[in-house]
């Protein structure tokens, strides 16, 4: 309850990296979420802020990102977000802004892709 | 601007239909969408309420879209919320809750995707 | 987990009705969400599309929406959207697109608010 | 398009910073964002991770924020998420979590609200 969702459609900025902890398979990269807007004087197109998140992904969505996303390709992303910050001695604080991935997808709007289900582990 | 935006995540309930319009390609198919909550008498997870839309695709998202998914794939849908209603002679309003997407993905959570990008039309 | 969660920023079209149910107080009210766009042509906003939800708030909320709200008054609702179906005989289904409210708030950038503390339950 | 808007329910974390700028009215504060979950061994809801926002208002929006917003006072936020990286020489990059808020309201959930319309300006 109370978590801050968020739903972001950007391109695969690193490559996954893939580890296996004890809590279960996880995987991370990077993504780069550009806005758009309309120019009224170009009357186009053009390119707004572009906000960096690192993604994280556990048990069966980190083996399946890490085996079917690469670099530059454009993904829609839903997860929770968590601004976290670490204090360290005389430096400024240090922050990060991390999406705690609950789904990705390929984005259609950019290109085709050919769905493999993953069979569920036998209980 | 002041747009109820929605991201969604669900299985792929019709055939998506695909057509060319005057104003460009158009797909459409219905997803349903079901809630998952903790039950804590039994001590594990129940499916809730489930939510069915009609998801609009337009554009390159409706060529891709119609040649990618198929009934019963789990997809992510991002994109506009209309709620419409229509007036009919002596019945009750008919209602229908459509999305018009922005983006739509396979759930990498359920399956892997092996993805080929979609070539920009020359300008 | 899985919801679909809703913001919205409307107007409220009905007077809330409050009720004291078996499970605590209800209320509930109709809210008229406006989109608004960008005429090119004219060079002004516009009114897009309007979707109409139905509001529900339980509990604290509800006696506080109940005390608080007026017909007219610019509010945001955050919350669950239930997209709910009814089969009648030898009539088309009956629809519904209700928000089951997590918050409810008045709209600071059309107007102030004075805001007065409801004291937690003895527990 | 393609914003990363945010809706976050949370406690006004500082007393409202309010300057005239050359483009209008400008207010600033900070918001904190607890996340809530079941603790299943407790049985009880507990506090997760909290995410700390700058939310910044303009026009309107910033005049009445800063009349009606009180420190510790809990509130809802619609916005852009803007995260913003700068590089400084010799230094770990210093990084910031915005939002860049289009409806503040206070949260019918904690207390009640006296809205009192903002006339809207002659044209």
Redesign the interface.
Known sequence: ??????????NVATRPVYRETVSGPSARFRIA??????D?EKNS?AD??T???TVW?NR??AT??A????VG?P??V?G????R?ETREG??D????DIDA?????????????????PRPEL
């Open positions: 309850m109370n978590e801050t969702m968020v739903c972001v459609v950007g979420v550009t806005a758009r807007y309309w009224r197109w707004g802020h906000n960096f998140f992904a069966q969505l399946n990102a085996a079917s996303l690469s390709e993904v829609i839903q929770r977000l968590k601004v910050t430096q400024p240090w922050m990060s802004a609950v789904t990705v997808g390929h984005d259609l709007a950019r290109g085709t892709t050919a769905f493999r289900r993953t």
